[in-house]
């Protein structure tokens, strides 16, 4: 359901940005000029309107969908649903398992393994100054 409802958004929104898009900033409609042919769908004043209903059509279906979806998924976080806010983070150095808890590290070098390499020395913490 709540699937159905996104890709149902994903659509009114690209509708409605192709809408909003297509009105001209002063109101006229599509920025085409007068083509008498059509009749009043396609005058200027016709235009306008049909926009105008669509805009606000689409504006409030991508509305009520958005609170559809809102209220739908309301209670997914707080029923079961995993956060990965709920997690602490590992410990440094440790690499975690995949439910959240850091993984003992291992003492013995598995077969076939290169062998452990030495520690490296520590750092000096101050600037080093080079000597003449």
Excluded at 71 to 89: W, Y
Excluded at 110 to 124: C, F, R, Y
Aim: hydrophobic share 45%; proline share 12%.
């Amino acid at each position: 359901m709540t699937t159905v409802l996104l890709v149902l958004h994903f659509f009114v929104a690209l509708a409605l940005i192709g809408v909003v898009l297509l009105q001209r900033s002063e109101g006229g409609g599509l920025g085409i000029g007068s083509s008498q042919g059509m009749g009043a769908f396609m005058t200027g004043r016709g235009t306008a309107n049909l926009l105008t209903r669509s805009t606000a059509v689409l504006a409030t279906l991508f509305m009520v969908l958005a609170m559809a979806l809102a209220l739908i998924n309301r209670g997914a976080s707080q029923s079961g649903g995993s956060s990965i806010l709920n997690n602490p983070p590992p410990a440094a150095g440790a690499p975690a398992t995949p439910g959240g808890t850091p993984a003992a590290p291992s003492t013995t070098p598995a077969p076939g393994a290169p062998p452990a390499l030495p520690a490296l020395p520590a750092t000096p913490s101050g600037p080093s100054v080079p000597n003449n």
